[in-house]
């Protein structure tokens, strides 16, 4: 849902400011990109294509709900929402504690979970 530059920012802060390794949710394209990094416990490709809840396999969304996740991270390349309802509804799927939305000036906000 945003640049590699932004999650690479958050990789670090997390990583660096918080001693936290996530698991990273992407496509095919980056998987190379982001495998190799240090910071990154789990790489989960849903495959290709526009990121949608339709695009995301049942078998990984499984998978993921498996983990438990406390939080999902879903940064967000501009500062409203538009654009991004699929990417929430991809996140909900995965059925976490909670979602944080990280915004490019910085800012952050919880989204209101609607299991």
């Known amino acids: 849902s945003a640049r590699p530059w ?4 958050i990789l670090d802060s997390l990583s660096e400011h918080h001693g936290i ?10 998987e190379a990109e982001f495998k190799k990094r240090a910071g990154i416990d789990q790489f989960y490709s849903y495959g290709s294509g526009f990121f949608s809840p339709d695009n995301l396999p049942m078998a990984l969304i499984r998978q993921l709900r498996d983990r438990k996740y406390d939080l999902i991270i879903t940064p967000f390349a501009n500062n409203h929402l538009a654009g991004y309802e699929n990417v929430l509804s991809s996140a909900r799927l ?9 915004y490019p000036d910085g800012s952050a906000s919880e989204i209101v979970l609607n299991l």
């Open 6 to 9: 932004m999650i690479n920012l």
């Open 21 to 30: 390794q996530p698991d990273l949710l992407g496509q095919d394209t980056v």
């Open 94 to 102: 995965i059925q976490p504690q909670k979602i944080l939305g990280l």
